[in-house]
């Protein structure tokens, strides 16, 4: 096994977590994350973001795409998309608590039109039509027949977590009404990454919150994205944050926290980040035994307060596949590392 680890950003000052990477029409690495106190302290967050041109060896110092917020109304997890030859977009959720202990949030979008070098001023989506929205969004997305979709979670009134998405035909002027995409009364479903198949169909992969060890589930749309199936297992256990996408070979792949379950261990909850290959042809498949998947650790947390497993990852032209991860580890607070490997890691 060839993985190699390196720093993206470590400033032991703040909590440096919730990444997510695009890679530029012009070869740049983009890492967008999110500085706070801690995991459970939002004070002082904002989202910054780093640059790389060299494949993720270096990093350029940290620039802020938005002001410190407050622990009460704070950015939260930010995503960033290619949506054209030089169009980004970042979509971020900014959470408020209620009640000391629920969330309820608003997205904003930044746009790039120069591959990241300048940044739009935000705009909420809430002027946009999309209300009361949710948390933790997935990437921005936009499917080969050029509906653009924004999906995120929130509670439903069942009491449960659902993940709902809009989508919008006119390039993001006007958006849809709510659509659930999942919802089930056994789960609690959330942090959905949306994948479309070869074939159109939509794929959305769900983390289930009950801190069980639950399989990743996931739910299907044959008409892009405006109804979708009852919810499925994917024989990947303890699935927590899945990012979902096609490798160059036609596999896909997955990058995720995974969450055992249980009491945990002196005040550590989870500690390890791994990677699925999955077959593509199997993504429509209802059956846990109809699927395929080869689990890879990517990285083990040492920390007695470890804490990690938000991921993103792209795919160079050569097959060399650069992740990004948070994790305490050898840090006093959470930090930034980068991950590279190839396919062929999973079976030398």
């Not at 939260?76 to 959470?95: F, H, M, P, Q, Y």
């Not at 790039?112 to 946009?128: A, I, M, Q």
């Not at 997305?141 to 050029?146: A, D, E, F, I, P």
């Not at 069980?212 to 008409?223: E, F």
């Amino acid at each position: 096994m060839s993985i190699q680890k390196m720093v993206v950003s470590r400033d032991d000052s703040v909590y440096e977590a919730f990444p997510d990477v695009v890679l530029t029409s012009e070869g740049t690495l983009i890492c967008v994350f999110t500085e706070c106190n801690a995991h459970a302290d939002r004070d002082n967050s904002r989202i910054v973001i780093t640059e790389s041109t060299d494949r993720g060896r270096t990093w350029s110092q940290k620039h802020p795409l938005t002001e410190y917020s407050s622990n009460t109304d704070f950015y939260n997890c930010a995503r960033i998309s290619g949506i054209g030859e030089k169009t980004l977009v970042v979509i971020c959720d900014k959470a408020r608590k209620i009640n000391n202990s629920e969330t309820a949030g608003q997205l904003f979008l930044w746009y790039s039109y120069d591959n990241g070098r300048t940044w739009s001023e935000p705009v909420n989506t809430s002027d946009l039509g999309i209300k009361d929205p949710g948390i933790v969004p997935d990437k921005y997305r936009v499917l080969k027949n050029g509906r653009h979709i924004i999906s995120a979670h929130k509670k439903g009134e069942s009491g449960k977590l659902e993940q709902y998405l809009w989508y919008s035909d006119d390039n993001g002027r006007t958006w849809s009404d709510r659509v659930t995409v999942a919802s089930d009364p056994r789960y609690n479903l959330c942090e959905g990454c949306i994948l479309e198949t070869d074939d159109g169909a939509l794929v959305c992969y769900l983390r289930e919150n009950s801190f069980i060890g639950t399989d990743c589930l996931k739910t299907v749309s044959y008409d892009n994205g405006e109804s979708w199936s009852e919810v499925y297992n994917v024989p990947v256990p303890g699935c927590h944050r899945p990012v979902v996408g096609k490798l160059n070979s036609g596999n896909l792949l997955m990058t995720y926290r995974f969450m055992q379950g249980g009491k945990g261990w002196l005040g550590s909850w989870t500690q390890n980040v791994f990677a699925a290959l999955l077959k593509s042809d199997q993504a429509t498949a209802v059956k846990r035994n109809e699927q395929s998947a080869r689990i890879l650790p990517l990285d083990y947390d040492r920390s007695p307060v470890s804490d990690l497993g938000y991921t993103g990852w792209v795919q160079f032209d050569d097959g060399e596949i650069f992740v990004v991860n948070y994790i305490v580890d050898d840090a006093p607070k959470a930090q930034i590392r980068g991950y590279s490997l190839f396919e062929g890691d999973f079976t030398l």
